[in-house]
């Protein structure tokens, strides 16, 4: 199946600074490639997603960048606030079907 | 109106009981999906039914059985609990590709099972 690597597993950023979390897969037939928060004791949720015809998306704060040829993609966060702490899930299409996630980035926004 | 709804949402049982953790969304997804989270919060697929017809199934002990009535529904049963199926498992679901939103997956709460 596809195989999703994510890093870094843990980002400590100071407040207002950027964090970048990157992800590769292996499928080069994948082409959804979403992003997924979970606060702590809480559901993942998505929070920004790119499909592969285009190679960049922004969502005020967030933006996602994807290198089809090199087969990865990467969360950008500008402006980080404390409410940005938690795990961040990078995924990919696996058999066409379900979302295959990378193993999480834990980021920490200190004050 | 919750979306995607699991039951219960704590679950403490011994080594070698059965249970089973129900799920149902009101979303009109054709696709629902069981991922196991574990301590280290990988997120892992177990199952994925499209239209009541198992589509996926990862490398899971056969003491895993999942079950669709209908596309509103995806429950699963564990036969012979063991110390490691302690986990938090959460139900999901999604359209298939070809429409808007594909492949969007709308997360349960959560279900955590600790097994003593």
């Known amino acids: 199946g596809e195989n999703v690597e994510q890093h870094p597993s843990t980002l400590s950023v100071q407040e207002g600074d950027s964090a970048v979390i990157k992800c590769t897969y292996s499928d080069s037939a994948s082409n959804y490639f979403p992003w997924y928060k979970q606060e702590l004791g809480k559901r993942p949720q998505l929070i920004i997603d790119i499909r592969s015809n285009v190679g960049e998306k922004k969502d005020q704060r967030i933006a996602v960048t994807l290198n089809k040829t090199a087969k990865h993609f990467s969360l950008h966060i500008t402006e980080t606030q404390p409410e940005d702490s938690a795990v961040y899930f990078c995924a990919a299409v696996i058999s066409g079907y379900a979302l295959n996630f990378g193993k999480g980035t834990s980021l920490l926004v200190t004050p | 109106d919750t979306a995607v709804s699991q039951t219960p949402k704590y679950l403490v049982t011994q080594m070698g009981n059965d249970k089973s953790i129900k799920c149902e969304q009101n979303l009109g997804h054709d696709t629902m999906y069981w991922y196991k989270q574990d301590s280290k919060k990988f997120l892992k697929i177990m199952f994925s039914y499209n239209n009541k017809e198992l589509i996926i199934n990862e490398t899971v002990p056969n003491r895993f059985s999942p079950k669709s009535p209908d596309k509103a529904h995806l429950n699963l049963h564990i036969n012979s609990l063991e110390l490691g199926d302690s986990a938090v498992y959460f139900c999901?679901?999604?359209?298939?590709?070809?429409?808007?939103?594909?492949?969007?997956?709308?997360f349960g709460a959560g279900s955590r099972l600790t097994v003593l």
């Open positions: 999901a679901s999604s359209h298939l590709g070809g429409v808007a939103g594909a492949n969007v997956l709308t």
